[in-house]
């Protein structure tokens, strides 16, 4: 028989950033209300394998400077393991393995034969020129080669990463094998295997939970006052699906800072003069209100798509929505989850929300794998199906055990790799 009681998980230096302790302490959370063995707890509490690499970039003008670079692996019990890539000034062991984490639960919610993985380089991306982040990617991937693999572990693209830097990361691996290897990332361009629809996919997935979260509260996301933070990939993807939706979009935000209308936003105007100027600066269509003030507008839906560590301890008290949908990864803190569940604002958690990526993303792989290709509606179908389902276990779990939807999340996602990992045994 065995004890379902976990034992006091070991310390390990190497995790203990703040990052790592938030995602541990929703694992924490959840587990009570999960009823599985306390093998499974001890064996999922931390990341399976992560590298450190130094990456040396030759500069435009000669000189050469090392970044260090990440691949966190948490779990390969389901598959091969899953994740972005960021290139961002904030990457450290303890983020990716924090984001790694996260990515298993998202897999395992999500129904699909991945585990957890992320990774990417500590820089400032701003301060580089194209050709210098096509070296420093390609240098990257030269260094993960014996890491990553159509098999073992898929990267994407997350935070400063795209379609151009999977494209980089697919020939360099190529390069090296030899031959034609479009299955080893994900959200690269169509042109070389990527797949319709995966750009939209986590901004669209978001929208699509936001509208399943409102039909159980029973309202139409139609008409509903939506704030929006961050402007990027998911961000802008989400206002706009908002918008065609019917819903008003009052407020939006980049690294820039924020503008605000509550008669609403002209969306398409919003990106016509980001993709003019770069950025939201200098947009003059509403008020101009700071991060801050943004995240506290009154509104019906927040959807956070900026960054982790954004509704925290001290600003949850003055969050005026009334549904939080977390397009992000890790942007609500364990304190501010606690004060939002006091307040009776619901938070519909990450690893559902913005799910829909890596369910194109799996999409994608099996596309490539097959040699064949599907078309819009057909991956827009798959994707709203897979997200609904998802949806309504956790909804179901939540209104069972009366815990919230991110407690529920985890444990339904949990669950799927306790039932794996238990069929499997430890080895040997
Ligand atoms: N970086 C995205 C995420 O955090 C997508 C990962 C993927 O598609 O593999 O979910």
Known sequence: M????????VQTLEWDTPLFLMARAQFEQAVPHAGVPAMVVERLSFPERAVIVSVPLRRDDGSVAVFPGYRVQHSTVLGPTKGGIRYDAEVSLGECAA????????????????????????????TLSTREVERLTRRFTSELVREIGPQTDIPAPDMATNEQTMAWMMDTYSMQKGHAVPEIVTGKPISIGGSVFRREATGAGVVMVAEQACMRADHDLAGQRCVVQGF???GGVAASELHDKGATV????????????????????????VAAHGSLEGYDGGERVTNEELLELECDILVLAAREDQVTGS???????????????????????AILAERGIPVVPDILANAGGVTVSYFEWVQDLGRLFWDRDEIRRKLADQMTDAFDRVYAVADEKGITLRQAAMVAAIREVAGALEARGIYP
């Open 315 to 337: 600003n949850a008290g003055r969050i005026r929505a009334a549904l939080v949908v977390e397009g992000a990864n890790g942007p609500t803190t364990i304190e501010a989850d």
């Open 99 to 126: 984001l790694a984490t996260w990515m298993t639960w998202k897999c395992a919610l999500l129904r699909l034969p991945y585990g957890g993985a992320k990774g990417g380089i500590r820089c400032d991306v701003k």
């Open 250 to 273: 009052i407020g939006v935000s980049d690294v820039s800072g924020g503008v605000h209308d509550r008669a609403g936003l002209d969306v398409p105007g919003l990106h016509a003069y």
């Open 2 to 9: 065995t004890s379902l009681h976990a034992p006091p998980l």
């Open 232 to 234: 990027g990939n998911v």
